[in-house]
C-alpha cells in the first residue's frame, strides 16, 4: 500500500531557529497536508496543499506539494517554546480513496 | 460546535476481555474516520463511514474488531477477545465533505491491554 516516509525523525533545535522537514512517497497523492499533535492529543491540521507546485503560508510555517506529486515538506521560521510537538504529514493517494495516509512523524524539540 | 468527543479517554483492560469505544462527530459531519495510532508512529487508517454506510475497511481491521455507525451519527468500535497488540490510541475525525481541511480529529481513547 501506500506508505509516506518522513524525515527526520526528531529534531532537536535552539529557539529562533529555522526547521524543514519532508515527506517523500513512491506513489502519488493528490492531496498533502501537515498536522501538528500534542501528547495525549488527536493531530491538528496546519496547512493542506490542493496542488502539484503549491505553495502556502501559515503565519510562520511554509509547506510545498511537490510537482511529482510524490513529495511535500514543511518549514518553520523562528521557532518559539509552543512549536514543540510532533509533525505529520499527510496525503490522500490518487486513485480516489477516500483517506488520508500518515507519516511517521517528526519529533521538534526547542531548547529556550 | 463542540469538536469531536471521544469517550472513554483512556481504557486499561486485560486480555481477552471485549471493549467498545464511542466518537460522537461534530454535528451534521457525515464522514466519520477511524485510525490506530501506536507509540513513535503515524495514524494508521481502520475504517470510514460516509452517514451509516461503511464504505472502507483496512486489512488492519481484523474480524475481531467492528465499527458502526447506526442512524450516520455517533459511532462504536468494538475489539473482540482483546489482545497486547491492540494496545494504541484510537483516533477518531469527522468531516462535512472533502476539501480535506475540514476533517477534524477528537482526541483518542489510549488503549491498553494487560
Known amino acids: 500500500g501506500q506508505q509516506l516516509n518522513q524525515s527526520p525523525q526528531s529534531m532537536f533545535i535552539q529557539e529562533g531557529e529555522d526547521v524543514s522537514m519532508n515527506c517523500t512517497s513512491s506513489?502519488?497523492?493528490?492531496?498533502w497536508l501537515w498536522y501538528k499533535q500534542d501528547p495525549g492529543e488527536g493531530p491538528v491540521l496546519l496547512i493542506a496543499?490542493?496542488?502539484?507546485?503549491e505553495l502556502t503560508s501559515n503565519g510562520r510555517l511554509t509547506a510545498q506539494f511537490g510537482i511529482t506529486r510524490k513529495d511535500s515538506f514543511l518549514n518553520i521560521s523562528a521557532s518559539i517554546p509552543s512549536d514543540v510537538g510532533i509533525y505529520f504529514c499527510a496525503g490522500q493517494p490518487a486513485g480516489g480513496a477516500q483517506k488520508l495516509v500518515f507519516g511517521q512523524g517528526t519529533r521538534l524539540t526547542i531548547n529556550p | 460546535d463542540t469538536g469531536v468527543s471521544q469517550n472513554p479517554r483512556h481504557k486499561i483492560t486485560k486480555r481477552g476481555q471485549n471493549v467498545t469505544f464511542r466518537c460522537d462527530p461534530i454535528?451534521?459531519?457525515?464522514?466519520l474516520y477511524w485510525y490506530r495510532q501506536t507509540l513513535g508512529q503515524g495514524p494508521e487508517f481502520l475504517t470510514y463511514?460516509?452517514?451509516?454506510?461503511?464504505?472502507?475497511k483496512s486489512r488492519l481491521l481484523s474480524d475481531r474488531f467492528s465499527a458502526e455507525r447506526p442512524k450516520g451519527s455517533f459511532s462504536t468500535l468494538e475489539i473482540q477477545r482483546t489482545e497486547q497488540g491492540d494496545s494504541a490510541m484510537y483516533l477518531c475525525a469527522s468531516s462535512l465533505a472533502p476539501p480535506w481541511e475540514k476533517l477534524f480529529f477528537g482526541s483518542g481513547t489510549q488503549l491498553s491491554v494487560l
Open positions: 463511514f460516509q452517514n451509516e454506510a461503511q464504505l472502507e
Open positions: 506513489s502519488i497523492f493528490n492531496t
Open positions: 496543499l490542493y496542488k502539484a507546485g
Open positions: 454535528s451534521e459531519h457525515n464522514r
